[in-house]
Nanobody, 122 residues
Framework: QVQLVESGGGLVQAGGSLSLSCAAS???????????MGWYRQAPGKQRELVAR???????DYADSVKGRFTISRDNAMNAVYLQMNSLKPEDTAVYYC?????????????WGRGTQVTVSS
């Protein structure tokens, strides 16, 4: 089993910065090809939405609401992904989830971390 372990998050005032980290652990050797890693978030009463995602080929997608403020980066060797969040706004408050999609043999896997709370006060 491969798990995603997230760290970071917390409480910050509007305009501040936070960083999130996520690394795969467990049966790392079973990952033959990491397709993509990224971050999603879910605010109370709302659906989970994409924040930023990075594919192994180097393509990066950002939600329009975070473009210019958030930066995603990856460490392919460590199967890790990071999210630097600057100029945070109260509407960024949510539980942030790490996601990874990978192949193990011919099996496609789509896994999630447990989530980490980000709270931005006004």
């Amino acid at each position: 089993q491969v798990q995603l372990v997230e760290s970071g998050g917390g409480l910050v005032q509007a305009g501040g910065s936070l960083s999130l980290s996520c690394a795969a652990s467990g049966s790392i050797a079973s990952i033959d090809h990491m397709i993509a890693m990224g971050w999603y978030r879910q605010a109370p009463g709302k659906q989970r939405e994409l924040v930023a995602r990075n594919t192994r080929g180097g393509n990066t997608d950002y939600a329009d609401s975070v473009k210019g403020r958030f930066t995603i980066s990856r460490d392919n060797a460590m199967n890790a992904v990071y999210l630097q969040m600057n100029s945070l706004k109260p509407e960024d408050t949510a539980v942030y989830y790490c996601n990874a999609q990978y192949y193990s043999g011919t099996s496609h896997n789509d896994i999630w971390g447990r989530g980490t709370q980000v709270t931005v006060s006004s």
